[in-house]
């Protein structure tokens, strides 16, 4: 029946440079092994690099891609934050409104309406509440739930006065959605070696925290370290309002216990083929022989290289890819729900495959589609955990044509796209 198919990706230029989210910090510093981790750090800033450190560092200067972007000259130490507000649809609207805090509050349609959750607080997570799903499953899991409707325009403002106070940290901001962002310290930061360096870094991120915390009323979580990969889990590592520096002495061991699927670019699938060759944790990665391609081709080398929490990515500051898109015109108009099921489930497996290759996840899903007369609408929805999966992003497609009842004549066309790219979130990070 398909006459055309399309599958487009678009690039554009991120009009603002500046960056995310941050809390207060109660303790110094979350640090990732605890008391006698802080000794060994204290001791680590007056020592040199030792040689296996210094080696990897010349080894990531010759690369060099991450410290270009840096503008960093070869020798220096990199200085990475990730910062990820904590819940920030919902935490901006308990913020908001004083009688939703502390209560299980869900962002999106009510449950006795067709809807979705966009997002939800740390109160109605608890119930197992995760955005992209049904609201009337959620309503289910938690029924004391208060369900708001969404108000984008008002965390995008949010979202753009707290990427200004990031960006008065001087830091060069990779800004990853509406609520994240990682910041590159580098310049600001060099001390004896990498370690020193990083801790550098603390004051910086504990000030910035306590400023979100007092400007904006909102809290964020900052992982400091010296690669995006570590970074990440770090800002993960301890939410909400965590503040987690994780030094290159202890990363090899602070990965160990952690599973696959906390590494950038682990999804289901390779999870699987790991398990299945009885690697199930960081550590198994580690201790693998070999480089892993032939359990996972050519991402093997790769894998490795990010086990050991090694990875040498910049920071992405030039074109990017924007959207993911996919469209089909039929031979003939229809309205058969089969056939446009059948088209958009193509579409979104299309599209997951294509993000599962760029190893992005997708904040926003669109649907497009174009009558016998040319009248063409468009349809979106965002949720605050990035999609990665084709079913969820077809479940969404479906969602949004049956919502807005837009297959209420034949269809000349039907496309369904995503959009707010980002990296995939690891939904837990819990020790095995
Ligand atoms: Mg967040």
């Known amino acids: 029946m398909a006459a055309v198919k399309g ?42 690099p030792s040689g296996s450190l210094r080696r990897l560092l010349d080894r990531r200067g010759r690369r ?33 409104n004083a009688a939703l805090r502390g209560q299980p509050v869900i962002v999106g349609s009510p449950p006795s309406r067709r809807g979705v959750v966009a997002a939800a607080s740390y109160e109605a997570r608890r119930f197992g509440v995760r955005s992209a799903m049904p609201s009337a499953t959620a309503g289910r ?22 990427m200004q106070l990031l960006a008065e940290t001087g830091a060069i901001i990779e800004p990853m959605s509406i609520d994240e962002a990682y910041l590159d310290l580098s310049q600001s930061c060099q001390g004896l070696d990498a370690d020193d360096s990083l801790l550098r870094g603390r004051p910086i991120a504990q000030t910035l925290k306590r400023r979100i915390w007092a400007e904006r009323q909102l809290t964020a979580s900052i992982g400091i370290a010296a690669n995006k990969l570590l970074a990440k889990l770090a800002s993960e590592f301890q939410k909400p309002d965590g503040l987690t520096l994780i030094p290159e002495r202890d990363k090899v061991l602070f990965l160990r216990p952690l599973p696959v699927r906390a590494i950038h ?45 090694e990875d040498d990515r910049p920071l992405e500051l030039g074109d990017e890819i924007r959207s993911i898109s996919a469209e089909e015109t039929f031979a003939r108009d229809t309205d058969d729900r ?7 489930r193509e579409q979104a497996a299309d599209i997951g495959a294509r993000l599962k290759r760029k190893q992005l996840g997708a904040h ?35 969602f949004l044509l049956g919502r807005e009842k837009l297959v209420s004549r034949p269809l000349r066309l039907l496309g369904l796209g995503v959009s707010t790219l980002t990296e995939p979130v690891a939904r837990q990070l819990p020790l095995l």
Not at 82 to 93: K, P
Not at 145 to 155: D, G, H, L, S, W
Not at 371 to 396: K, W
């Open 64 to 96: 060099s891609g991450g410290r270009q972007a840096a503008g960093l000259a070869p020798g220096m130490f990199r200085v990475l934050f990730h910062l990820d507000m904590d819940a920030f649809y919902a935490s901006v609207e308990q913020r908001d």
């Open 364 to 398: 926003t899903v669109q649907v497009k589609v174009r009558y016998g007369d040319f009248t063409t609408l468009t349809r979106q929805i965002t949720v605050e955990e990035p999609l990665v999966e084709a079913r969820e992003i077809y479940r969404l497609g479906c």
């Open 265 to 309: 670019g682990v999804g289901k699938v390779t999870e699987t083929v790991l398990r299945q060759a009885g690697i199930r944790t960081v550590g198994d990665l580690q201790d693998h022989p070999g480089d892993l391609r032939a359990l996972v081709g050519s991402f093997g080398p790769r894998l490795k290289q990010f086990a050991r929490g």
């Open 141 to 162: 899991l938690c029924p004391t739930a208060i369900f708001v409707p969404p108000r984008m325009e008002r965390y995008r403002a949010e979202s753009q006065i707290i």
């Open 7 to 48: 599958l487009a990706i678009s690039l554009g230029k991120l009009a603002y440079r500046p960056c995310p989210w941050v809390a207060i910090v109660q303790t110094p510093v979350t640090l990732v092994f605890g008391h006698a981790f802080c000794f060994a750090l204290d001791a680590a800033a007056n020592a040199t």
């Open 338 to 344: 089969k056939v446009l099921r059948a088209c958009l």
